[in-house]
């Protein structure tokens, strides 16, 4: 399996997450490719770390469904299901229109200056044909308002289905023409926010996730 040759980033986080969050985005921007063989060995090697917190991390992936594992025999990374798109998007939809409906009383002046920075820099990425960027910024976007939510099982919730999501979004973004769409979607929740319009923000933010499944229907 092709492990990527820079060094792992060194966060003050244990051996366990620091691989679950490498395995994570490589499963997710396809340095991994579904139905490749996981070696453990490999890995703890790469990050001078015992088997134990690898495993560890392969058994958080799996439950997330982003890893198949076969106790006694091997893991493998899952296979896409594009089949599973609409009901994926479906219900990040549901679970950002609760996140807005949680953290809609914590909106503050600052909240909304950061939704617009991510907002200009997701732009700025499509301007430039930043694939890469552009993912970064509309998770980041989104991220903002689930972290003020403050609720342990949303985020879980979400982190589980938005690693599907982004795995098909690699290829929506490295296809689609324009963003213009998405990128509007965003000042709609910001404004609604604005305008202290509750129904109006879960509207749009509905609006944004099933507007990406609309557009991957034609890309897929």
């Not at 490498?22 to 063989?37: C, M, N, S, V």
């Not at 879980?156 to 213009?180: P, Q, W």
Request: hydrophobic letters at 40%; one cysteine or more; a negative charge.
């Amino acid at each position: 399996m092709p492990i990527p040759k820079q060094a792992a980033y060194e966060a003050p986080k244990s051996a366990k997450i620091r691989v679950y969050e490498a395995l994570r985005e490589w499963i997710i921007d396809g340095t991994l490719q579904p139905g490749e063989k996981i070696l453990d060995s490999e890995i703890s090697q790469h990050f001078s770390v015992s088997r134990t917190p690898v495993r560890e991390a392969i058994q958080m992936l799996a439950e997330q469904k982003l890893v198949d594992v076969r106790p006694g025999k091997e893991s493998r990374i899952s296979e896409v299901d594009v089949v599973d798109v609409p009901q994926t998007y479906k219900m990040l939809a549901e679970i950002h229109a609760t996140a807005v409906e949680f953290a809609f009383d914590k909106i503050t002046d600052d909240t909304l200056r950061l939704l617009r920075e991510a907002n200009d820099n997701f732009k700025k990425a499509y301007s430039e044909r930043d694939i890469r960027g552009c993912r970064f910024w509309d998770n980041e976007f989104h991220k903002i308002i689930i972290r003020l939510a403050g609720n342990d099982f949303l985020t879980s919730f979400c982190e589980t289905l938005s690693g599907h999501a982004a795995r098909i979004e690699n290829i929506y973004f490295g296809k689609v023409s324009g963003m213009d769409e998405l990128i509007n979607e965003h000042k709609a929740i910001i404004k609604a926010f604005e305008e202290r319009d509750l129904e109006k923000a879960k509207e749009c933010m509905r609006k944004n996730w099933m507007h990406t499944t609309e557009v991957l229907s034609k890309q897929i």
